[in-house]
């Protein structure tokens, strides 16, 4: 980090028991490892990540990271279900790490769901957030040249992107980026004060576009198996 650095740098990783379209979710295994475990890992490898925190109502769940190297935050069940948002969860931990360890300068945010990372992602992420005096920063993945649709009010197929009526090349598509879930750089102030994770001078992490892929089903799971294997790294 570069002589502007924000401070202690912690990661939080939200992490509930219950899941409707995968039970118990995040213990699954993703290539030989229950899911938790392989962000845990990841933020650890972070040399500039000083600790890593996981929140979760779920007790087997916090010991299962715990086992990574994590440490618990309890979460409590009001902020559990699943309307709950992220940033309830984060704000609550935060909280917690705070009370235990003193201020944080920065937080790292991260989905469980998102397990597809490269070693340096988050280094070369934080590299980025310095560089340009940032904020708060998302992880994403471009969405080249494709031609995307959408139903209208009545149902009817509509253009979004482009006019059909006026077919354009694809390489004159307006650039365009999709969150991917995997991590996000953010100050307390900012998350404490709009209860947004996202707020102030805004970056974009650009990510390899295998590295959209998320969790929300059994065939997603396989999925990322399969590219985690194939670019090494389901080797924590």
């Not at 102030?200 to 999925?223: E, N, P, T, Y």
């Not at 198996?225 to 090494?232: D, N, Q, S």
Request: charged share 25%; proline share 5%; net charge neutral.
């Amino acid at each position: 980090m570069s002589a502007a650095a924000p401070g202690r740098i912690v990661a939080i990783i939200p992490a509930r028991g219950g899941s409707k379209g995968i039970p118990r979710k995040n213990l699954m295994p993703v290539c030989g490892r229950p899911l938790i475990q392989w962000s845990v890992l990841q933020a650890r490898a972070c040399a500039a990540v000083e600790s890593v925190w996981v929140s979760s109502d779920d007790d087997e769940i916090l010991a299962v990271a715990a086992e990574a190297g994590a440490r618990p935050v309890k979460r409590p069940a009001e902020i559990s279900g699943d309307k709950a948002q992220s940033e309830a969860a984060w704000l609550h931990a935060l909280d917690a790490v705070e009370r235990e360890t003193g201020p944080v300068g920065l937080l790292l945010l991260m989905q469980a769901t998102s397990p597809i990372r490269a070693p340096g992602d988050i280094d070369a992420a934080l590299a980025q957030y310095a560089a340009e005096g940032l904020d708060t920063l998302f992880s994403a993945a471009e969405v080249e040249d494709y031609f995307t649709w959408r139903r209208d009010e009545a149902g009817a197929p509509q253009s979004v992107n482009y006019d059909w009526r006026n077919r354009r090349l694809r390489q004159s598509i307006e650039r365009r980026w999709l969150e991917n879930g995997s991590f996000y750089l953010t100050r307390p102030a900012i998350l404490r004060g709009t209860s947004n994770r996202l707020g102030g001078k805004i970056g974009i992490f650009v990510m390899d576009r295998f590295k959209m892929f998320q969790i929300d089903s059994r065939d997603d799971a396989r999925l990322c198996e399969v590219i985690m294997h194939g670019y090494g790294y389901d080797r924590a």
